[in-house]
């Protein structure tokens, strides 16, 4: 019986990609993060079907600072659901290279995470 893959294994699996990326280092340090997290509640859930977009966006917090955003909007298990939190990038600045720097990062993991996706189709881990 095949393990069930979570939205905590597509982010580990994510940024350990993200970390052999020439970029990578550049932008991380460029990007000034107060953090770098996984969304509460997500990680468990588990992610049986292929159906879904990896997707990201970056905006000027209401109230402070740099968000970059990650999310999956699709099917991506048996239940009906729409949209997924993943991972969240912060920085209190608000300098136009952090900003550039965290849409960097949000494109990178948006680019790996889909290679994950399909490692994990290919060898049979979800459908």
């Known amino acids: 019986m095949k393990k069930c893959k979570t939205a905590e294994d597509?982010?580990?699996?994510?940024?350990?990609?993200m970390q052999t990326d020439e970029i990578y280092s550049r932008v991380n340090e460029a990007a000034s993060l107060d953090y770098a997290i996984?969304?509460?509640g997500s990680e468990k859930t588990p992610m049986?079907?292929?159906?879904?977009d990896t997707s990201?966006?970056?905006?000027?917090?209401?109230?402070?600072?740099?968000?970059?955003?990650?999310v999956v909007r699709g099917n991506w298990c048996d239940e009906?659901?729409?949209?997924?939190s993943?991972?969240?990038?912060?920085?209190?600045?608000?300098?136009?290279?952090v900003y550039l720097a965290i849409g960097t990062l949000v494109a990178l993991f948006s680019y790996y995470a889909d290679k994950v996706v399909?490692?994990?189709v290919h060898s049979g881990e979800i459908d």
Do not use: Q
């Open 80 to 84: 009906d659901r729409a949209t997924m």
């Open 56 to 70: 990201g966006y970056v905006n000027y917090g209401t109230s402070e600072g740099i968000y970059g955003n990650i």
């Open 118 to 120: 399909g490692k994990w």
């Open 48 to 52: 049986t079907k292929c159906n879904f």
């Open 86 to 97: 993943l991972f969240t990038y912060k920085s209190l600045s608000t300098d136009r290279g």
């Open 38 to 40: 996984s969304a509460f």
């Open 10 to 17: 597509l982010v580990k699996e994510t940024l350990t990609l």
